[in-house]
């Protein structure tokens, strides 16, 4: 199986900051590679299908780059209602696998 | 309106069963792929299952494999996900979501239902 690993697990940020989140893969994946948000007590919601593209809908501060092993979304300034746990997830392989988290809090 | 929506959870005895249904309205059925993915509380998320239009091919994670059933009726919009010989660990939310593939392949889901809890314990 492919492991998903994403970096920090955590962290802390103030509205209108530039975020990076990193997702790394156990091997190559190519651009298969999704990105979801996720707010307490909801589903989960797509933002970055294929590595890069942005769903319809999803604000243009949202942006996923990389391919291969090493991903990134970035939010480029944050929004009060971007504070939740995004998760990536390898649809290069079953059994797909997601990371496992990260959770933007304010600072 | 788009719509998917989870059935079926409750509170079942270690080794019970259980079968989860999900909904669709909205959109043709029957020419999307379907998913089950869980999460645990306090957990992330765990892709537990996939399923082609047809049904022809099926996908588990592999720890599920011999307990869990996928399965669909297109002429009832329905996704299910049978569950037998249930454990502890597999108290979670399930959550089903549609699936699309993208260009050469690339597979996302894109609409996902609000989930229903199943909780094992005695």
């Known amino acids: 199986d492919i492991q998903m690993t994403q970096s920090p697990s955590s962290l802390s940020a103030s509205v209108g900051d530039r975020v990076t989140i990193t997702c790394r893969a156990s091997?190559?994946?190519?651009?298969?590679l999704n990105w979801y948000q996720q707010k307490p007590g909801k589903a989960p919601k797509l933002l970055i299908y294929?590595?890069?593209g942005l769903q319809s809908g999803v604000p243009s501060r949202f942006s996923g780059s990389g391919s291969g092993t090493d991903f990134t979304l970035t939010i480029s300034s944050l929004q009060p209602e971007d504070f939740a746990t995004y998760y990536c997830q390898q649809s290069y392989s079953n059994p797909q696998t997601f990371g496992p988290g990260t959770k933007v809090d304010i600072k | 309106e788009v719509q998917l929506v989870e059935s079926g959870g409750g509170l079942v005895q270690p080794g019970g069963s259980l079968r989860l249904s999900c909904a669709a309205s909205?959109?043709?059925?029957?020419?999307?792929?379907m998913s089950w993915v869980r999460q645990a509380p306090g957990k992330g998320l765990e892709w537990v299952a996939n399923i082609k239009q047809d049904g022809s091919e099926k996908y588990f994670v592999d720890s599920l494999k011999g307990r869990f059933t996928i399965s669909r009726d297109n002429a009832k919009n329905s996704l299910y996900l049978q569950m037998n010989s249930l454990r502890a660990e597999d108290t979670a939310v399930y959550y089903c979501?549609?699936?699309?593939?993208w260009g050469p392949g690339y597979y996302y889901m894109d609409v996902w239902g609000k989930g229903t809890t199943v909780t094992v314990s005695s």
């Open positions: 294929a590595a890069s």
């Open positions: 091997q190559s994946i190519s651009s298969y």
């Open positions: 909205g959109f043709t059925f029957s020419t999307y792929w």
């Open positions: 979501a549609r699936g699309l593939f």
